[in-house]
């Protein structure tokens, strides 16, 4: 059972939410509410050095800008931040998007543990997630199952990213096999790139570079 949680959520109605169904539901017996993803990362990393670390973490992954200047400027970055330093605390991602290509690339490239989409039914199926997580598995909101595991998503390495991310700059494919060769990046060749590009497009069904560009940053791939 679960019995330190961070949630991490600029609308603290919803915050306030999620912490009573916690403690009434769940029994959890501290609930931590932060509404910034700077304060958060401060406060998941004072647990560990206190060895009093957070059992789970909730998180949405955008959050609305104010006078104050957050550092972390998402979830997604937070999540990756914590991720980076080898910390494996089960993570369940509560939020607005459903882009089945950038949630699934959550699962694969972040190790969450579970996706929750905020509506009608969030606060129960976030419910549904933690229940299943704080018993070793996985949870993912209805609508989006069916997308993700359908045979037909694409699945995305991060040498696409990269390669969208530097069209999406403006630079060009000579330019692009340029940067990869400095940067040891594989493969590098110009032929090699335009051979993923011409994939990237029928995967995205793109007919041109300035479509590929737009629909990757539709899906949220960039």
Known sequence: MF???LVVEDLDSIGYGIAVMLKQELGVGEVVLSQYCGDAYLKFMRSVKEQEAFDLLIT???FNEDHREDKIANGKQLIKKIRALGHKTPIIVCSVEEKPAAVKKLFQSQDISGYVVKGRSGLKNLLKAVESVQTGGTYLSPQLSGAIRQRGIFEVEDYDVRLLSHLSNGLTQDEIARYFDQNGISPSSLSSIEKRLNRLKDELRA???????????????I
């Open 60 to 62: 949405d992954l955008s």
């Open 3 to 5: 019995k330190k949680v």
């Open 207 to 221: 007919k041109n570079t300035i479509q590929l560009v737009a629909n990757a940053k539709d899906l949220g791939l």
